[in-house]
Structures are given as C-alpha cells and as structure tokens.
C-alpha cells in the first residue's frame, strides 16, 4: 500500500539523521523541535499524511498496525526500521486511543515493544520510544506496576543517559505522563530534586524553550516539593539567563529571545509557587533583583 510503500520509508532513522546526531547532537536536537520549520522535515510530513489517510479511510489502521507489530515482533528486524514503526504508531495514538480495540491492547504492545527498547544501545531508539510513550501519556493503565516501570525507565533515560537528544525526549515525556496520571506523579515525588536538577542541565546545554515549559508544568504540578529547591533553582535559572543574554548571537537569533522571556516566565512561576514562604521569596528577591539589572541593561525584545 501507499503507506507502507511510500510513506513508512520516510519516517525512518535516515543516514543524514544518524550524520547530524553523531557530530552535533544539539543540532540534531534543534532540527527536531523546531515547529517553523517542520514541514520541511519529510518524517514529520509523512506523519501528517499517515494520520489524515488513517482519519479518512478505516482499513488503513488495521493494515498500518499488522505491519508495525510485525516489524516490532521481528528481533532481525533493522533497527531502522523499528523506529519507523515506532513512530508510525506514535503518531497514530490519539486514533489508537479513540478506539477500544486498540485502546485495550496499547498497554500490553507498550510493555512487550516500548519499554525494552527504553534500554537500546541505539540512542535513536531510546529516543523514539520516549517520545512514544509521551504520546500516549493519557492512555489509562490497568496495572500499576506497567505505569511505574514506563516512570523508572524514562526517569533512568533522562537522569542517566549520556545522549543529549534522548534526555530531552525523556524530560517531556516525565512531564505529560506526571501531567495526565495522578499515580505518576506520585511516584516521581521522592526524585524530584534529581530530576528538576537534570532537567535544569539538560536546558543549559541545549537551550531548548520546549523544555522550559516542562520545567514550568513540573513546578506547578510539585508546588509543595519547590520550597527545598526553589532558590538553588532560581540561581541555576538566573545563570541560563545571564548567558543567553550575553551569548554574541542573542541580537540575531530569535529562539535566544524566546529561551529568555520563557526563564523570566519560570522564575515568575516559581515566585507565585512560594508567595506564602517569606523567608525563601525574602532570597528570591535578591537574585530577581540581578536579573532585573540585565534586563535593563540590555533589554529583551518583545518586552517593551
């Protein structure tokens, strides 16, 4: 068929993907997240398509998710080729969830196709199966213990991993399953330090403004937790911001603009978080206050 034949192809790991990834990984990463230029990425049309094709014509699911399993089920398989897969039924999940067929199996083709590629030596893969389970993050889970093995794994890929493409896609899709399982955020609670801290590195070396909001969404979910880490924070982000502010291409480069105002956000977030903490809001304010000297020093566009 047209989807197997044309449009599965070009949602593979390709060689110019595995090119980029090896020699700049953080612009492998730009070239991912970037939404302007989306429709230039070829895998992301493809997607598009699949799913417009599978909303109009019922026999394509079916069809598309016999040949997925298949490749999925195949330990020969190419690598490759499993992350076409993958990305095949991750961008079919809001459908896959519509529809209680599927919707029933999805946990079990999670926990038998996803979770053990969460621990691939391909980075490529762990990347894709994060994003995977990002997508189907609303998914209701019948058993407990498949829920806390997906939180462990992704924790484990954001927090231990060396690959800075598979941290980023690990710290979102913490995030959207914190945000839409009450258990999940529960059972992230004793790390939430770690992985605020990991969360805070990663932004550092990437700049990446899609993470900003993960922090932003994790603060607002873990308010109680914040007093222990909010100043600690607050300086870590304050430090992001005094470099993005005095990095030579800030006059040029738009995304600098956004990954600046997106701090200001957070830390603004952070403040509202612990208003009623006088003593932590007293040493917020000192560090607010450096911040403020930058920006009017060099005032940020989009702020006037």
């Not at 019922?58 to 398989?77: G, N, R």
């Not at 806390?148 to 924790?155: D, I, P």
């Not at 839409?180 to 990446?208: C, D, F, G, S, W």
């Not at 978080?273 to 007293?282: G, N």
């Amino acid at each position: 068929t047209i989807c197997q034949e044309v449009i599965f192809p070009l949602m593979c790991y390709k060689d110019e993907d595995e090119r980029v990834w090896q020699e700049d990984p953080y612009e492998y990463i730009r070239m991912k997240f970037n939404l302007y230029d989306d429709y230039a990425l070829p895998a992301t049309a493809a997607q598009g398509l699949l799913c417009k094709t599978a909303h109009k014509r019922k026999e394509v699911l079916p069809q598309m998710m016999e040949f997925c399993l298949q490749i999925l089920m195949d330990p020969s398989a190419d690598p490759r080729r499993k992350d076409g897969a993958l990305h095949c039924i991750g961008g079919l999940a809001e459908l896959l969830m519509k529809k209680q067929m599927y919707r029933e199996q999805m946990e079990l083709m999670l926990q038998n196709y996803v979770f053990p590629l969460l621990n691939s030596p391909m980075g490529y893969l762990r990347a894709r199966s994060c994003w995977v389970l990002h997508c189907f993050s609303p998914l209701r889970f019948h058993d407990e213990l498949v829920l806390r093995n997906a939180l462990e794994l992704v924790r484990r890929d954001l927090v231990e991993d060396k690959e800075m493409p598979v941290k980023v896609e690990a710290a979102i899709a913490l995030q959207a399953m914190i945000s839409n399982q009450e258990q999940a955020k529960l059972y992230i609670q004793p790390y939430i330090r770690q992985v605020m801290q990991e969360l805070l590195h990663v932004i550092k070396e990437t700049e990446n403004d899609d993470l900003i909001n993960v922090i932003q969404k994790m603060i607002c979910e873990y308010n109680q937790e914040m007093a222990a880490i909010a100043v600690d924070m607050t300086q870590n982000l304050a430090g992001i911001f005094t470099r993005v502010l005095q990095s030579d291409e800030y006059e040029e480069n738009e995304d600098k603009t956004v990954m600046a105002l997106g701090i200001l956000s957070t830390i603004d977030t952070i403040l509202t978080v612990m208003e009623d903490h006088k003593e932590i809001t007293q040493q917020l304010e000192g560090i607010c206050l450096q911040v403020i000297g930058l920006v009017l020093q060099k005032p940020i566009i989009g702020m006037a």
